[in-house]
């Protein structure tokens, strides 16, 4: 499931309708997709 980011108003989306990307908090039509933090785990040598 998809995370998104109005960076407008700086609120998480998280359900989105098809095919319409858009803010259902301020209306914004831009969205930025948020990632969940990723561990990773590297190993040096
Ligand atoms: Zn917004």
Known sequence: MS??????????VTSLPEGKVRCPHCGFRLLFKKRPPVVKTITAR
């Open 3 to 12: 995370v998104y980011v109005c960076p407008n108003c700086k609120k998480e």
